[in-house]
């Protein structure tokens, strides 16, 4: 059995073109391990890879990726908790300084909501899971309600929503109010490529090219 071919083509472009130039890379990584500074939650979305949005190289990036980049509260029930358990990991044994929700536009996720699509199985996993941001949905009422697409206003909201969450984690809530970590919120749109950011105070998305000039010293 063997793997698909895409997959071999594609590790064969990348062991003889990107592996030989960062080769020295790998063996410092593997040596000292990984330190990256920025955890990303992205979605599953196959259009929206993290690495590839934020051009970011082996050990940059410590990325969880879920149907619709969400967070649950924190709850320590003794259940399964896949996101918590990469969460505790970044924050308190790598230490990252940013945690970066990824949100993008035409999520597959929100639409299964918004539609109440029939459970895909027994399970019905993706509908408890997306459950989750019925307060988001809650908050900015109907299709009607406001300007612009529902679904953009929906994943916006759905954002600030793990946002929230992300603060019930005892561990993020104390280091970011030490100001050690920050968390952030970015957007990706799909057709046009643009990133917008969340802007914390008015918790409107504005350009990313914006926002970094604005940064600027
Ligand atoms: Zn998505």
């Excluded at 649950?72 to 990469?86: E, I, L, N, Q, R």
């Excluded at 035409?106 to 941001?133: H, N, T, Y």
Aim: net charge neutral; with cysteine; hydrophobic share 40%.
């Amino acid at each position: 059995m063997s793997l698909p071919a895409r997959l071999i083509e594609g590790y064969e472009a990348f062991r003889t073109g990107r592996l030989p130039n960062e080769q020295s890379r790998y063996r410092d990584l593997a040596e000292r391990g990984q330190s990256p500074q920025i955890m990303v939650i992205g979605c599953c979305d196959s259009r929206v890879s993290p690495e590839v949005i934020f051009d970011a190289g082996p050990g940059e990036l410590f990325v969880v990726r879920n149907v619709a980049n969400l967070v649950p509260p924190f709850s320590p029930d003794g259940m399964y908790h896949g996101v918590s358990a990469a969460l505790e990991y970044a924050v308190q044994v790598l230490r990252v300084r940013h945690i970066v929700v990824l949100g993008h536009g035409r999520c597959g996720g929100i639409r299964a909501f918004v539609e109440q699509a029939e459970p895909l199985s027994p399970g019905d996993f993706i509908g408890k899971w997306m459950s989750m941001i019925a307060p988001a949905a809650a908050a900015i009422g109907t299709p009607s309600d406001g300007p612009g697409s529902y679904f953009t206003r929906l994943e916006h909201a759905a954002m600030a929503t793990t946002l929230e969450n992300l603060m019930t984690f005892p561990c993020v809530r104390i280091l970011s109010e030490r100001g050690r970590l920050t968390l952030h919120a970015a957007y990706f749109d799909v057709a046009s490529g643009e990133l917008t950011v969340r802007d914390p105070v008015t918790g409107l998305f504005g350009s990313v090219i914006k926002h970094a000039i604005r940064a600027a010293p």
